[in-house]
């Protein structure tokens, strides 16, 4: 009983200490908190970023001076609008979403935000949109973000299309533990994570590291960056 208290009271501070820091860093607006309704009454499920994530996104884009940044897997649009809120007007901000509904939700995500100038969403299979996009590149952030298997497929083209200091970000790279070790290999998702984590620990050309900072801190982002050519 002793211990339960303990860890009661570990999870307690752990998750006012996370309350704090959302809102000095990362307070969320109204469009924010719309766009999380727009998700649950699209019966969309809510595995969107926390706020955290969203101002380290936009940290990021700053640290690569970020005017072109793509985004796979655009759920209800939550992500992108951290991610279009730190671009310059003149920047641009293409998603990639699957799904048509989702992305009529997005499109009136971004609208509602006030960023649908700067923010675009392509509907179709990343598989297929991401061949059309080297003509725009290169893309100084990449944030990954969608089915699990295609993992290692998306970073393939993510280098390809980036340029020396790009930054790709990648979600859900702990999953618990299940992305960082050969027994992912059962499970389809876990192994396109764990291949991807590899991949960017092998890559000649990144640097990465993958952080937990979930709210239970089980999953997190992989962050890696593009390294010059050798
Ligand atoms: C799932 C996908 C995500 O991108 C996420 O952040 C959490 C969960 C999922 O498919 O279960
Ligand atoms: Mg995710």
């Given at each position: 009983m002793q211990q339960e208290t303990e860890l009661q009271q570990q999870a307690r501070i752990r998750h006012e200490v996370e309350e704090n820091l959302v809102q000095l860093f990362a307070p969320e607006d109204e469009a924010l908190r719309t766009t999380i309704t727009a998700t649950k009454e699209a019966g969309l499920p809510a595995i969107h970023i926390n706020p955290l994530q969203g101002k380290l996104l936009q940290v990021l884009a700053a640290a690569c001076n970020a005017q072109k940044i793509l985004e796979i897997g655009s759920l209800a649009g939550y992500s992108g609008i951290w991610l279009a809120r730190a671009l310059p007007p003149t920047g641009r901000l293409i998603t990639l979403e699957v799904s048509p509904a989702h992305a009529e939700v997005v499109q009136r995500s971004f609208e509602q935000a006030g960023v649908a100038d700067r923010a675009e969403v392509r509907v179709g299979s990343a598989h297929e949109s991401l061949p059309q996009l080297v003509d725009q590149a290169p893309f100084d952030l990449v944030f990954i973000d969608a089915d699990k298997p295609s993992y290692p497929h998306y970073l393939d083209w993510a280098i390809r299309l980036s340029r020396p200091g790009s930054i790709i970000v990648a979600d859900n790279c702990i999953r618990a533990?299940?992305?960082?070790?050969?027994?992912?290999?059962?499970?389809q998702g876990a192994a396109g994570l764990y291949q991807y984590n590899l991949q960017t620990l092998k890559h000649p050309r990144l640097r990465a590291i993958a952080l937990a900072m979930d709210e239970d801190y089980t999953d997190g982002f992989n962050i890696a960056v593009v390294l010059p050519e050798a």
């Amino acid at each position: 009983m002793q211990q339960e208290t303990e860890l009661q009271q570990q999870a307690r501070i752990r998750h006012e200490v996370e309350e704090n820091l959302v809102q000095l860093f990362a307070p969320e607006d109204e469009a924010l908190r719309t766009t999380i309704t727009a998700t649950k009454e699209a019966g969309l499920p809510a595995i969107h970023i926390n706020p955290l994530q969203g101002k380290l996104l936009q940290v990021l884009a700053a640290a690569c001076n970020a005017q072109k940044i793509l985004e796979i897997g655009s759920l209800a649009g939550y992500s992108g609008i951290w991610l279009a809120r730190a671009l310059p007007p003149t920047g641009r901000l293409i998603t990639l979403e699957v799904s048509p509904a989702h992305a009529e939700v997005v499109q009136r995500s971004f609208e509602q935000a006030g960023v649908a100038d700067r923010a675009e969403v392509r509907v179709g299979s990343a598989h297929e949109s991401l061949p059309q996009l080297v003509d725009q590149a290169p893309f100084d952030l990449v944030f990954i973000d969608a089915d699990k298997p295609s993992y290692p497929h998306y970073l393939d083209w993510a280098i390809r299309l980036s340029r020396p200091g790009s930054i790709i970000v990648a979600d859900n790279c702990i999953r618990a533990g299940q992305a960082l070790s050969e027994s992912a290999l059962d499970d389809q998702g876990a192994a396109g994570l764990y291949q991807y984590n590899l991949q960017t620990l092998k890559h000649p050309r990144l640097r990465a590291i993958a952080l937990a900072m979930d709210e239970d801190y089980t999953d997190g982002f992989n962050i890696a960056v593009v390294l010059p050519e050798a």
